[in-house]
């Protein structure tokens, strides 16, 4: 689960990290109330930020500097319902339905600190680079050595050893290292407590007196870590999320939108991945990434298929079952059910092996329905491919 910025700042100010004074607004006159405020509080200028769920807002004029009330307040009156564009929202852009107004601040170096779970070492790592305000993976292309890392002991948390050679290394000065220290350990005891899955700081400024402040922030969440934080998934903004992918979500079907035209319904992880492949390599290009586990039954079945269809790209359909928990004849059930209820058009490609397989192929034998059922994964693949090219 994602949160935006402004709620990542709250939830760092607990843990002690230091945040630029500031407030969300939904409105206009929202936005004004907030840069009266930073203004009356000796601020000379202030920055207004758009909240969506993507990176790269600056580039896409979703990040503004103001010099006055009245400056700040057409600036958010500009971003707030505009379509915020940045190379990850893809061309469609997002609808900006928030701005963070804040402070700006005297900062002498923009820096990196992230903390993410290196899954070969199953150990969080933090990373920190003099490099910031540039994206972490153009840093790691092109000059790796650049980003410096702290491996974590889940028992022992981040030490103070280590955060004092993180900012040795960062080339702060001594005057930062007291404060430094605690806004790194501050950092790694939000990520361990929260259950982050990533915590980023791009970036993090250092002023001339010592001080630090997570200028931005991410933090991405365990969703399998949610039912202990209700506070942390009350944060979860809806909106800012696919409405299939939401709608998958509510029957625990494991669904990612992609961008092709061939909708797949799989069941395990493992299949998906190489059903999509086969895709690829008879062709075609996968619609979605869609996991109906291996214990769904027949609702959920038909749930899936509606989200399948939900997605106006999708041509054709592929269905490839491995039948173990998740019996044959249930998902044969679950097809013959859905297609009937939506009464779909579009052509279904079948590909079943496993438990009860013959009495699945049986039921969608005698649906009378017009299923295409295929011997191998490359039969299913290249007849479904064929089959939504010629839509």
């Not at 790796?144 to 030490?159: D, N, Q, R, S, T």
């Not at 993090?204 to 039912?227: E, M, Q, T, V």
């Not at 609702?299 to 019996?327: M, P, Y």
Request: aromatic share 6%.
């Amino acid at each position: 689960m994602k949160i935006h910025e402004y709620q990542a700042k709250a939830l760092l100010r607990k843990y002690g990290v230091a945040v630029p004074r500031g407030e969300m607004a939904e409105t206009r006159e929202q936005a004004e109330a907030v840069a009266k405020s930073l203004f009356a509080a000796a601020v000379n200028r202030v920055v207004v930020k758009a909240q969506i769920h993507a990176g790269g807002r600056g580039k896409g004029g979703g990040v503004k500097v103001a010099q006055s009330v009245e400056e700040a307040t057409a600036i958010a009156g500009k971003i707030l319902g505009m379509t915020l564009v940045t190379h990850q929202t893809g061309p469609e852009g997002r609808l900006v339905r928030r701005v963070l107004i804040e402070e700006t601040l005297p900062i002498e170096k923009e820096l990196y600190a992230g903390i993410v779970i290196d899954r070969g070492e199953a150990k969080p790592v933090f990373m920190a680079s003099a490099a910031g305000g540039m994206e972490i993976e153009q840093i790691a292309a092109e000059n790796p050595a650049a980003i410096f890392k702290e491996y974590v002991e889940p028992g022992m948390g981040l030490e103070a050893f280590q955060a004092r050679k993180l900012v040795f290394q960062l080339g702060l000065g001594s005057q930062h290292l007291p404060e430094a220290v605690r806004f790194m350990t501050g950092l790694y005891r939000a990520f361990r407590e929260t259950d982050a899955s990533l915590l980023e700081i791009n970036p993090f400024g250092s002023c001339p007196d010592g001080r630090l402040f997570a200028l931005d922030a991410k933090i991405n969440f365990d969703d399998n870590a949610l039912f202990r934080h209700p506070e942390i998934r009350e944060m979860r903004d809806l909106a800012e999320e696919d409405p299939l992918e939401v709608e998958a979500s509510k029957y625990n079907l494991n669904y990612i939108r992609l961008e092709g035209n061939v909708g797949c319904m799989v069941n395990g992880a493992g299949l998906a991945m190489a059903t999509m492949d086969i895709i690829k390599h008879a062709g075609g290009m996968p619609a979605n990434f869609l996991d109906v586990g291996g214990g769904a039954n027949a609702e959920q079945v038909t749930h899936a298929f509606a989200i399948l269809l939900g997605d106006k790209h999708v041509k054709a359909v592929l269905i490839n079952i491995f039948g173990g928990i998740l019996r044959v004849d249930t998902l044969a059930r679950g097809v013959v059910e859905a297609s009937r209820k939506t009464n779909i058009q579009l052509p279904i490609v079948l590909r079943l092996e496993g438990t009860n397989v013959a009495a699945g192929r049986e039921i969608l034998r005698d649906s009378g329905l017009n299923l295409i059922v295929a011997d191998t994964m490359q039969d299913a693949a290249e007849k479904v491919v064929a089959a939504a090219g010629s839509r």
